[in-house]
């Protein structure tokens, strides 16, 4: 509800002191009313004896179990129902009271009509208070907003914008696309058009910001109202999702606006039965826990209840972070932070034999395109050899459920990137054969704001002055926030069919040429350039969620689709022996774009370094 009046025993009392002394008028006013303009009467010893007993029996009541028993902020709908009903019951009893009297001190109607007369009073008092503080608020230095959306969100927006001046924030107008919203009034805030109005209002109410209270809102209207806004140089100010809001919006909720919200907010529903099902109760590892999707990962694992989440990293200040960001402590003292490298078989042996993990999910994994191009033995080393270490072990260890973390960039790769993560799903797929025990792969893009993207990259070179460094002018990628990846990871696992390859739906690709202009708008600088660099090796103009020929399926959820990949024997990986980074990047790229029909073995058997 944002900021209430103090509620302490003195203010509700200074309150009561002022409705008791509405009552003692409104009784006299109804008297006035009912004998016709008589001072007389309206001022006889009748008269203000029943208007004193009413009122202290109007106290009384109220103070044992009606509006002062309780800190109620003021004006609100809690407030106003315990004053009417109090009002009421008051004025019951004094009808029947005045009614049994040998003598009636005042005429039969009065006592209900001065009920009537002192909640209107009371009413009114709370009114002028609260345009009070309005005008109070508007008199301060504070920005001048346009709410855009009147409906439960904008209510409460206004509101506490009004009622909390530290916010700096003073509601001017509303502007609401909904043909019936177009006369109404918030607490003196009118409703005065709609979203194509902004500009225009901007201009007669001298507003600076424009507020977007709307927590559902997805990319595509936030994208138009800073289209919208942009010439007449408004900020824009927006309300988290509906899913991190655990109460009612209030003004100190609104932040600014930034890329994610343009490419990637959209509601994500999941089947949290499902979810936990999969999770709760039991032991749970995650490989590569220090990264950016890894650490994620953990935090969404840890809200379906595993009876123990295990965080598996080779770099200890990665591990460090994630245990900081969710529990709050960072002293690697437990047993569930394990620091370890993939490549290590012995290791992750120890590991599995120690621990019994009944789930992995496997995000242990390099991943920038054009240093394993120039390094495609790393790739080979952690990738492929890595990943196959985490399976054999998993496998060895009768491992329920097996999550392989895949890119979109394994969908018809051209990369040492793409080869190397093709290879994990192949491998992966080729485990789902062996027992009954469930090995699943889960293919996405790009992620907002992970560790080393390329949002991070521009926004290092806006802050130092520019150039942004694009390599083509159409390149595009898809895009998604980590949250909403996560929580679509954990999904699939939960749905996914044994061997497939889950991908999921990444939305619309954005041109990165749109992502670096809008980050440079975004940070109000109008002196940085974009340079074109070109293609990387192994790079592509867009990025493909799907092989040619592969049969895509629908799943149980409508985010998630499924492909199968041709397994392959681990025993044609570990048998090899590469002479070269070139012989590793040569036979990745041939295993990876192998089609289903091709007898592997036979097809890798003339490269060299076996």
Not at 373 to 389: F, H, S
Request: aromatic share 4%.
């Amino acid at each position: 509800m944002g900021k209430a009046e103090p509620t302490s025993t003195s203010t509700r009392w200074r309150w009561a002191g002022i409705d008791g002394g509405l009552w003692l008028g409104a009784t006299i006013a109804a008297v006035f009313l009912r004998f016709d303009f008589s001072v007389t009467e309206a001022f006889a010893a009748s008269t203000l004896l029943f208007a004193v007993t009413s009122a202290a029996a109007y106290l009384a009541l109220g103070g044992i179990a009606g509006p002062y028993a309780v800190g109620h902020s003021r004006g609100s709908f809690e407030e106003i129902v315990d004053l009417t009903k109090t009002a009421m019951i008051v004025g019951l009893l004094g009808l029947v009271v005045n009614a049994v009297l040998p003598v009636q001190l005042v005429p039969r109607s009065v006592p209900l009509t001065a009920a009537l007369v002192a909640v209107m009073a009371m009413l009114a008092a709370r009114t002028v208070l609260r345009t009070r503080r309005a005008r109070h608020h508007g008199a301060d230095d504070a920005r001048r907003v346009i709410v855009l959306g009147a409906g439960e969100g904008g209510r409460q927006l206004v509101r506490t914008m009004l009622r909390d001046p530290r916010a700096g924030l003073l509601p001017v107008a509303l502007v609401d696309d909904d043909p019936a919203k177009a006369r109404l009034s918030i607490d003196g805030v009118r409703v005065r058009g709609t979203r194509r109005d902004i500009a225009a209002l901007a201009d007669q109410t001298n507003a600076s910001t424009v507020a977007v209270a709307i927590p559902s809102a997805d990319s595509s209207l936030l994208t138009e109202v800073r289209e919208l806004t942009r010439d007449a140089d408004l900020d824009i100010l927006v309300l988290p999702p509906t899913s991190e809001l655990f109460r009612r919006p209030t003004g100190r909720d609104l932040r600014a606006l930034d890329l994610a919200d343009l490419l990637g907010r959209r509601p994500i529903e999941l089947d949290p039965a499902a979810i936990a099902e999969s999770i709760n109760g039991k032991v749970v590892l995650v490989t590569g826990a220090g990264g950016s999707i890894g650490s994620e990962l953990c935090r969404q694992i840890a809200k379906f209840g595993p009876r123990k989440l295990l965080l598996l990293d080779r770099d200890e200040s990665a591990l460090h972070g994630t245990q900081i960001s969710m529990s709050g402590r960072g002293l690697l003292d437990g047993d569930d932070t394990i620091l370890a490298d993939i490549r290590d078989p012995g290791r992750l042996q120890e590991i599995f034999t120690e621990h019994q993990p009944q789930v992995v999910f496997h995000a242990a994994a390099l991943k920038h395109l054009p240093l394993l191009e120039r390094y495609p033995m790393e790739a080979w080393k952690t990738n492929v050899i890595g990943t196959l270490n985490v399976l054999q072990a998993a496998f060895d260890h009768g491992v329920e459920t097996f999550v392989n973390i895949s890119t979109d960039k394994a969908a018809n790769p051209t990369s040492v990137l793409g080869y190397s993560k093709r290879l994990t799903e192949r491998l992966t797929s080729d485990f789902a054969a062996r027992d009954a025990n469930t090995y699943v792969s889960v293919r996405f893009g790009n992620v907002l704001g992970s560790r080393g993207s390329v949002i991070t990259a521009f926004t290092a070179q806006i802050e130092a002055g520019g150039p942004v460094t694009v390599t083509h002018p159409d390149v595009e990628r898809y895009f998604m926030l980590i949250p909403e990846a996560c929580q679509l990871v954990l999904q699939a696992a939960a749905i996914g069919t044994d061997g497939q390859v889950m991908v999921l739906d990444m939305g619309t690709p954005a041109k990165i040429n749109d992502v670096a202009t809008t980050l440079i708008d975004l940070s109000g600088r109008d002196d940085v350039e974009i340079v074109y660099t070109g293609l990387r090796p192994g790079e592509k103009l867009s990025e493909e969620l799907f092989t040619p020929g592969e049969d895509i399926r629908a799943t149980d959820h409508d985010l998630v689709t499924s492909v199968d990949v041709p397994g392959l024997d681990p025993e044609k990986v570990t048998t090899l022996r590469h002479l070269s980074p070139t012989d590793a990047a040569t036979w990745m790229r041939d295993a990876a774009t192998a089609r289903p029909a091709d007898d592997a073995g036979e097809r890798f058997s003339d490269v060299r370094g076996r």
